[in-house]
């Protein structure tokens, strides 16, 4: 302490400086324990948890039984119901995702004009966010029945046939997909609409001189400029479509639908971790979904930059 004392300016100005600067730190660390507390706790255990249950044979009742890479082989290799959830899975993806974008972007498209009154309409395509995935596949159960559904009623009154919506296994999985664009739609338009908003509104007057019309200042300007929000959107999309379970089971049942029509992946693995009472094997499940949703995503990302000239 005397030498420091002794010492010249600069070198107590410096040791002073990083006095502060390890003070500042451990108040942080302070500040943050609680987040990192939280995170170790419902994320990065539970995540090792499920790793290590992925080996095993677990039934709750019993201990658990290391049985080593048989719960994987024996998905991938030996259970023709991961086939069916795999194909059903990729369909509602495919049939979910591509209209939300699309939908998305041309609904954000023509909120983002300047139009009197455009404030109502965004706020009633936004409600979908606001409800609960199970009070809608409810009210959506009711539309969708055969017998005496809203949907039906409305087909007759043009003299069509009724439709065997939740019935038949093609049409029960049409249905899973409207409801699920319904509802991941006005998420779209949020992102997209943002996104939209931040494009330099000159780029647009500018195109406009040079007699672009606008849905050439669309494909031309627009969409260049909001790529990073549309792999958001599709990224995410992606996401939820893997992890569809609540809308699944309300609207088709926790059977998979008629004749597994649709058996996704969300509803294979509640069947064995809480009717099976197989959670090794859900586990393996969930680890085999993580890599395959790790791989979509990463290959997204990477076609998004490659075709944005980032490195």
Known sequence: MTSLLNAPPEVRAAAGSTTAKTRVRRWALVFIAPNLSAIALFMVFPLAFSLYMSV?????????RYVGSTNFRTLLTADPLFAIAARNTAIFTFG????????GAAVAAILNRKIKGISIFRTILFLPLAVSSVVMALVWQFVFNTEDGLLNIVLGWFGLAAVPWLVDPKWAMVSLC????WKNVPFAIVVLLAAMRGVPESLYEAAAIDGAGEV???????????RGALSFVVVVSVIN???????????TGGHGGPE???YVFGIMLFQHAFAFLDFGYASALSWVMFVVLFALTVAQLWFARRHTGED
Not at 56 to 64: I, N
Not at 178 to 181: D, H, K, Q, R, T
Not at 241 to 251: S, T
């Open 56 to 64: 095993q044979r677990w039934d709750l009742f019993t201990a658990p």
């Open 96 to 103: 979910t995702v591509v209209p939300t974008v699309l939908i």
């Open 216 to 226: 050439r200042r669309f494909f031309a300007i627009t969409l260049p400029l909001i």
């Open 178 to 181: 409207l409801v699920s664009v």
């Open 260 to 262: 597994s029509g649709t």
């Open 241 to 251: 479509a893997f992890q569809a379970f609540d809308q699944v089971y309300v609207l």
